[in-house]
C-alpha cells in the first residue's frame, strides 16, 4: 500500500492525491465548498445491546405464539373465535358443524404445555443467550450511561428471559417421564407385532401343513425355508415352548398348542416384565408397569 505524507490527502472526488493547503484538486478541478463539519455537541446513546436482548426475548414469544395459533389446525384460533363470538352466527355454527367437538378440547392449556415441551429444546438456550445479552446491556448501560442506554429495556427483557427460561425448562424436565413411557410403550407395541408375526405368517402357516407346531423355532425355519427372527426388540432372545403333546404319529411327536415368551425391557427371563403370546393371544405384558422403575403397578384399588 502506498504512502501519504502528512501534508497530502486523497480527493475524495477523483481518488488522486493533493496537497492540503491546495484549495482545489489539481486533476479533476474539485474545489472546497466550507470547513469540516464539527461533531456534535450531545450523541444520543446507543440502544443496540439492549434491543439485542429484546430481540432474543421477542424471538421466543413470537415463534411460540405463532406456532400455537397456527399448528394444529389451527385449533386455537377457532375455539378463540367462537368462544368470543359465540355459537349463534353463521361463521361459528360453520365451524362447529365442520368440528362438533371443537369447544371440548383442551386446547388453551394442554397445546400449550405440549408446545412448550417441543420448543424447550430450541427456548431455552435462546432465554440463556438474551439473559447474557440483557446483563450485558445493562452493565454497558450503568458504566457509561453517556454512550449506552436502555436500562428499563435491558433490565425488562432480563426478567422476560429468566421467566421464559424457568418456564420452558419445567415444561421440557416434566416431559421426560412421558416421553420415556412413550418410548417404552412403542418398544413394547413393536415385540407384539413381532410376537403376531411368528404366530400368524409362520406357527400358523406350519401347522397348517404339518398338522403340528414344531419343536423348536430352528425347525420352523428349516421347513419353511425362511429366516425365523428370534430376538425381539431389545435383543433379548424369544423362548418358545410347544405344549400339549396329544400323540404320536409316526413316532413323532405331534404338538396342538405352544407359547412365546419374550424377557421384555429387562432382558431376563421370569421377572414381572416378561411378555407371553399362548397360541397367538398376548397374556401378559408390562404395559401397566411404572414407565420409570419397570416395576409392576397395581391398579385394582384405583376408582
Known amino acids: 500500500m502506498k504512502s501519504i505524507s502528512k501534508n497530502m490527502m486523497i480527493c475524495p472526488c477523483c481518488g488522486s492525491e493533493r496537497s492540503l493547503a491546495a484549495q482545489s484538486c489539481a486533476h479533476c478541478q474539485a474545489r472546497e465548498i466550507g470547513e469540516p463539519l464539527v461533531q456534535p455537541e450531545y450523541k444520543l446513546p ?27 389446525d389451527m385449533k386455537v384460533i377457532r375455539v378463540a373465535l367462537v368462544t368470543l363470538l359465540g355459537d349463534s352466527t353463521l361463521f361459528t355454527k360453520s365451524l362447529l358443524q365442520g368440528d362438533p367437538d371443537l369447544l371440548r378440547y383442551r386446547i388453551f392449556t394442554f397445546d400449550a404445555y405440549r408446545l412448550a415441551c417441543l420448543l424447550s429444546f430450541g427456548a431455552v438456550p435462546v432465554s440463556i443467550y438474551g439473559i447474557y445479552l440483557a446483563r450485558r446491556a445493562r452493565k454497558l448501560y450503568v458504566e457509561n450511561p453517556l454512550k ?14 429468566a421467566c421464559f427460561l424457568v418456564l420452558f425448562s419445567s415444561a421440557g424436565i416434566s416431559s421426560i417421564p412421558r416421553a420415556i413411557q412413550n418410548s417404552r410403550a412403542k418398544h413394547i407395541a413393536a415385540t407384539h407385532s413381532q410376537l403376531y408375526h411368528l404366530h400368524v405368517q409362520e406357527l400358523q402357516k406350519f401347522y397348517a401343513e404339518n398338522g403340528t407346531y414344531p419343536q423348536e423355532l430352528e425347525e420352523l425355519g428349516i421347513a419353511l425355508k425362511d429366516n425365523i427372527q428370534q430376538f425381539d426388540y431389545w435383543g433379548g432372545k424369544i423362548n418358545y415352548t410347544p405344549t400339549a403333546l396329544l400323540a404320536s404319529k409316526n413316532s413323532a411327536p405331534v404338538f396342538s398348542n405352544y407359547q412365546l415368551v ?14 407371553r403370546m399362548i397360541d397367538g393371544v398376548i397374556v401378559s405384558s408390562p404395559e401397566n408397569d411404572d414407565p420409570i422403575t419397570g416395576f409392576v403397578t397395581d391398579k385394582s384399588n384405583n376408582r
Open 46 to 72: 446507543s440502544l443496540g445491546p439492549a434491543f439485542a436482548a429484546l430481540f432474543a426475548v421477542g424471538l421466543i414469544a413470537v415463534v411460540f405464539v405463532g406456532a400455537w395459533l397456527l399448528l394444529n
Open 262 to 275: 419374550s424377557p421384555g425391557p429387562d432382558g431376563v427371563m421370569g421377572t414381572p416384565d416378561d411378555i
Open 148 to 161: 449506552f442506554g436502555g436500562g428499563r429495556l435491558a433490565q425488562t427483557s432480563l426478567v422476560l428471559a
